[in-house]
């Protein structure tokens, strides 16, 4: 994503730019912090997670039409993106399921 980023516009670096790179980072953020606490606590990280990693999907969109980044790149930060929810989903009911247990 940085390779990306560095392509924007300068006036775009403390605006799109910078909200691409908090939301991205939110996504490991959270999925770090929520770890160390309760299955139930961290569940609620992980959605936060799941929330940033679409957030990223928007950025991704609107740097595509801007004419940042190219249809293929948008793409592919969409199936990054997907498969990065995924990850997380399954993670979230595996948490459930132990839970239920």
């Known amino acids: 994503m940085n390779a990306q ?8 670096i403390y605006r799109l730019a910078s909200q691409f790179i908090r939301a991205a980072d939110s996504v490991a953020n959270n ?3 929520g770890s160390s606490g309760s299955a139930a606590s961290f569940n609620r990280y992980l959605q936060i997670a799941w929330d940033s ?4 999907v928007v950025c991704s969109t609107k740097s ?3 004419g940042y980044i190219s249809p293929e790149t948008d793409e592919q ?3 990054n993106v997907t ?3 995924k990850m997380i989903t399954s993670y979230k009911n595996y948490l459930k399921k132990k839970k239920q247990k």
């Open 31 to 33: 999925i770090a912090e």
């Open 5 to 12: 980023i560095n392509n924007f516009p300068k006036y775009e």
């Open 77 to 79: 930060n969409r199936a």
């Open 83 to 85: 498969e990065l929810c």
């Open 53 to 56: 990693a679409n957030e990223c």
């Open 64 to 66: 595509r039409r801007r």
